[in-house]
């Protein structure tokens, strides 16, 4: 996942408007979306682990 972040970020250096932004603004926004992600995978493991033992 944090791979799929990287990429990303670094295709939007490349291409995107990332490129005009500041390189500190662009490493904390792509935290916080690491951030968000790790959470996100968290909760949804956490959720089925709840639901599965329940069947």
């Known amino acids: ?3 799929l972040v990287a990429a990303l970020m670094l295709l939007g250096v490349v291409l ?6 500041p390189l ?3 490493a ?3 935290a916080v979306i690491a951030v968000w992600l790790g ?3 968290l909760r949804e ?3 089925r ?3 599965s033992s329940a069947n």
């Open 49 to 51: 682990r709840r639901h």
């Open 39 to 41: 959470v996100f995978a």
């Open 45 to 47: 493991r956490h959720g």
């Open 28 to 30: 904390v926004v792509a």
């Open 16 to 21: 995107g408007t990332v490129a005009h932004a």
């Open 1 to 3: 996942m944090l791979f």
């Open 24 to 26: 500190g603004v662009t």
